[in-house]
T-cell receptor, first 113, second 113 residues
């Protein structure tokens, strides 16, 4: 079946540090890939997405590139801020999968001054 | 207001009681979803619906019932609440399509005593 594997958290960084959160996937079809973010006490919201190989999704300084050859969609940001502290979820959706998202378990990011 | 809303936001109930969590969306999205979020498990799909009067089981449906008589509403009922159903519940909606994102509600924190 389809699955998403994310690096374990929590990840603790100092402000202005470089961020990478690893995400790899297994899919039976050709998936679209998503990163969602959940701020404390809130629901999930889409951070970025990519729908085909070599696409780069970007938003709010975050980027992720769809790498079909390595089945990966790693999230990066060049300089994190305290306000980026949240839980980040990698997810995929395949055609014919009932329009369902398959989520990773989430990675908590803590950014300190 | 436009968007997706959930009610109540917080609920405490006793073991054995019936509880209904409400979800309402204003976009007329065809698909709606219910998830539960627990530490160590990420998001797990309980039930989803492709349209009014069409529902299907997700990963963890036992102990839950759903209905969808109107496109905009998707209530989730715990017929006889158990302590293991203490969780945060999220409703989401989307249109059909591999590239379409899901939009999440703010969540309902349910405690079963």
């Amino acid at each position: 079946g389809d699955s998403v594997t994310q690096m374990e958290g929590p990840v603790t960084l100092s402000e202005e540090a470089f961020l990478t959160i690893n995400c790899t996937y297994t899919a039976t079809g050709y998936p679209s890939l998503f990163w969602y973010v959940q701020y404390p006490g809130e629901g999930l919201q889409l951070l970025l997405k990519a729908t085909k190989a070599d696409d780069k999704g970007s938003n709010k300084g975050f980027e992720a590139t769809y790498r079909k050859e390595t089945t990966s969609f790693h999230l990066e940001k060049g300089s994190v801020q305290v306000s980026d502290s949240a839980v980040y979820f990698c997810a995929l959706k395949v055609t014919g999968g009932g329009n369902k998202l398959t989520f990773g378990t989430g990675t908590q990011l803590k950014v300190e001054l | 207001d436009a968007g997706i809303t959930q009610s109540p936001r917080y609920k405490i109930t006793e073991t054995g009681r019936q509880v209904t969590l409400m979800c309402h969306q204003t976009w007329s999205h065809s698909y709606m979803f219910w998830y539960r979020q627990d530490l160590g498990h990420g998001l797990r799909l309980i039930y989803y619906s492709a349209a009014a009067d069409i529902t299907d089981k997700g990963e963890v449906p036992d102990g839950y019932v759903v209905s969808r008589s109107k496109t905009e509403n998707f209530p989730l009922t715990l017929e006889s609440a158990t302590r293991s159903q203490t969780s945060v519940y999220f409703c989401a909606s989307s249109e059909l399509g591999t590239a379409r994102e899901q939009y999440f509600g703010p969540g309902t924190r349910l405690t079963v005593t």
